[in-house]
């Protein structure tokens, strides 16, 4: 009896650690380092994102669930007038092939581009990761958000975005 107890509290002990875990590294962010190798390697389609989406200038983002384009913040699902379903999956595409969830602009004809790269959290708890190229080189540092983010540079306009300080 002595031995069932035991080996039954060595086993709890083990799935609580093995949850514990896998909870962490589910959920752990990718450090800057990460980020940085990721980028560097997959440069290329983070460079034809960016272009696509400027020649695509009335599409604000792209994700799984769709599009919102300038005109319309409501998500779509293409086709749609400003975006062929052809279009669609080759954004879809690149974006698997880098590793990325998404991606967005800002307004204007110097527009800044984020790829989103990992999410987690929801509402005031949501944790984000991006690789944004920003118009400016000083393009963070003017941002009005800047306090709630922090930034380190990847070269040529480019930097990693993390909004978790």
Not at 5 to 18: C, D, E, Q, R
Not at 63 to 68: D, H, Q
Not at 135 to 155: C, E, I, K, Q, T
């Amino acid at each position: 009896m002595m031995k069932r107890s035991a080996f039954a509290i060595v086993l709890f002990l083990l799935g609580v650690l093995t949850g514990a875990t896998t909870w962490r590294f589910a959920f752990a962010h990718p450090a800057n380092a990460d980020v940085a190798e990721r980028f560097n390697v997959k440069r290329a389609g983070f460079e034809r994102l960016r272009d696509m989406l400027l020649e695509d200038a009335k599409i604000r983002q792209v994700a799984p669930w769709g599009v919102r384009t300038i005109s319309d913040g409501l998500p779509q699902q293409p086709p749609t007038a400003d975006l062929s379903v052809e279009r669609y999956r080759v954004y879809q595409s690149i974006l698997s092939e880098i590793g990325a969830i998404g991606l967005m602009r800002s307004d204007g004809a110097d527009a800044d581009i984020c790829v989103l790269m990992w999410a987690s959290g929801w509402a005031g708890g949501a944790i984000h990761v991006s690789v944004c190229r920003y118009a400016r080189d000083d393009g963070p540092l003017m941002s009005v958000a800047s306090s709630r983010f922090s930034y380190f540079s990847l070269g040529d306009h480019w930097y990693g975005v993390r909004d978790d300080i």
